[in-house]
């Protein structure tokens, strides 16, 4: 993909954002890192979607450094950059405020697979990381989050393949996918699992899990080796 495409692609993936209904304003982000060049493209900072342009997307190298565009990038870069470094199969990321899992980030909630819908694209419970210290918030608070989440996930032997999505506490929902384009769909689907959550918890017990057994058959009939889901290509 060339240079122009991927900023094509940003930006595509940045309004589908808004499509979907999951931000507002100059709410959020996406990113998509081209690794062969070591470059990152993501979202300008404070500029409202509608008034964005491919040209506007900002590039910056892996120190973060502005490369080609005329805008600043995403005050949110560090933490892109982080989950970037540490997660080397991760080709986009996506933030957002959608109302129900930054909801389960407010109240620092992590978001419980309930059932099967859940299993079928996460293999788990959707993690909510703690709040930062005082010390790390005053100082590099967006780096110190990024690298609050890639430590959460190290110390917890998440598999960030098998969990593309992260519940920052009292911040937002991160999402993130082999492209841009992933991590955009699991940010929708987030969402949508988050609203299943409320209201199952609503209608029932407090507690409520889907077996492992469960989990582990929807998430593998979809992902695992011998994983059966998708149609099979016929020769002839």
């Known amino acids: 993909m060339t240079l122009k495409e991927l900023k094509e692609e940003v930006y595509d993936k940045n309004l589908e954002l808004v499509r979907r209904g999951l931000v507002i304003y100059t709410w959020g ?6 690794r062969e060049r070591e470059i990152v493209i993501i979202k300008p900072r404070g500029i409202e979607y509608e008034k964005l342009t491919p040209e506007d997307m900002s ?3 892996m120190k973060g450094e502005l490369i080609e565009g005329k805008l600043l990038p995403s005050v949110d870069l560090d933490i892109h950059m982080e989950i ?12 957002t405020h959608s109302v129900f899992a930054t909801s389960f980030s407010q109240a620092l909630q992590p ?3 309930m059932g099967t819908t859940h299993a079928d694209h996460f293999n788990g419970d959707i993690p909510c990381i703690p709040y930062l210290s005082k010390q790390e918030t005053e100082k590099e608070y967006e780096k110190n989050l990024g690298l609050q989440i890639v430590r959460y996930f190290v110390d917890n032997r998440i598999n960030p393949e098998e969990m593309g999505a992260v519940l920052a506490g009292g911040h937002g929902p991160f999402t993130w996918g082999k492209n841009a384009a992933e991590s955009v769909e699991h940010s929708v689907i ?4 988050a ?4 209201f199952t918890h609503l209608l029932g017990e407090d507690g409520i899990m889907l077996p492992h057994y469960m989990q582990d058959k929807h998430y593998y009939r979809k992902y695992g080796s011998n994983a059966y889901f998708y149609q099979e290509k016929i020769d002839g």
């Open 29 to 34: 982000n996406v990113s998509a890192i081209d």
């Open 195 to 198: 609203k299943m959550a409320v």
């Open 111 to 113: 978001i419980i697979s």
């Open 59 to 61: 590039v910056v190298n």
């Open 190 to 193: 987030l969402e949508e699992l």
């Open 84 to 95: 970037y470094k540490a997660f080397e199969n991760v080709g986009g990321i996506a933030h």
